[in-house]
């Protein structure tokens, strides 16, 4: 399994040959991503043979929005499932990515708390989502978007400042081996405030997405459990650090749940919140879970939540819903998979 031998270790694979042949796998992996070792075409067979490329075998594949919306469901050789998202945009492609398979947040209205935490992922297994996704772009395409990955966000299973350890060395090979720049990774959290301030003060400068979903502390421990562990106040100033050390300003993404957090003192709430911290609020109707009764507010009520927001001075945006024809919101699919097997 390749991707979870440090790239600078490489040459330990083959310690009979050549040290350019640890180059030629290094650029096999991280600059030019294949699906398949066969496509190594500057590696002699023989060395090519016992390879495992993937530390994942792709288990299930779901395709919707007319072709620009690609879902992953991969899984380990110890068992654990992993989710990857590639949405295609006119002028971007970007990937969602899981660091932890399951996730111990229990959020409410998330497919993948309601199953719960196995374990994290290590650097290499987030890496190589990054790479699959590469490799698939390079020879299917995803229609007219951008043939690689211009953006990766950290949204899909898993809390990524949880895992901080792994995420810090796979962002570090993201940047350097990969050569991704900073700026085009956005790393989301529910609010783990001691990891935010921590990756204030990292080199790269990636940017830095807080789910609130809830905009006071009784709400929002309902919601995100871990709110009762660092409270609403608490990770703002966390989160008020972060803009000061690296000079970026925070996204708040806000998933809007019919009856719960779509009322007109909720959106005066998160506007005065937005306000202080200078961000861009993110808004997505819930794409609803197999294990939960809530549901996505009507477009009525959704465009009376972002008018709201808009008068009180917010800047936000309201995302559409990738891939409603498919389980494409985190750990959907998953969740699907483990209520059919026996």
Partial sequence: MLYLTDPEELASIWPEEPGYRADQLRGWLYETPVLTTDEMTNIPGLLREDLELWPFEVEAEQVADSGRTVKW????????????????????TTLCISSQAGCAMACTFCATGQFGFERHLEAGEIVAQVAYAAAFLRRHGLGSSPPRVTNLVFMGMGEPLANYR????????????????????????????PAIRRLAEEPWRVSLAVSLHAADDELRSTLVPLNKRYPLEEVIA??????????????IEWTLIAGTNDTMDQADRLARIARRLRSHINVIALNPTPLTADQPPTATATRAFIDRLTSAGANVTLRDTRGQDIDAACGQLRARQMTVEP
């Fill in 166 to 193: 792994h995420v810090k060395t796979a962002i570090d090979r993201l940047t350097g081996t990969m050569g991704m720049s900073a700026r085009s990774i956005t790393v989301s959290t529910v609010g783990v405030a």
């Fill in 238 to 251: 966390a989160t008020e650090y972060f803009m000061d050390e690296t000079g970026r300003r925070p996204s």
């Fill in 73 to 92: 469901l991969m899984r380990a050789p110890d068992g654990a499932s992993i989710e990857a998202v590639l949405m295609g945009y006119a002028k971007r």
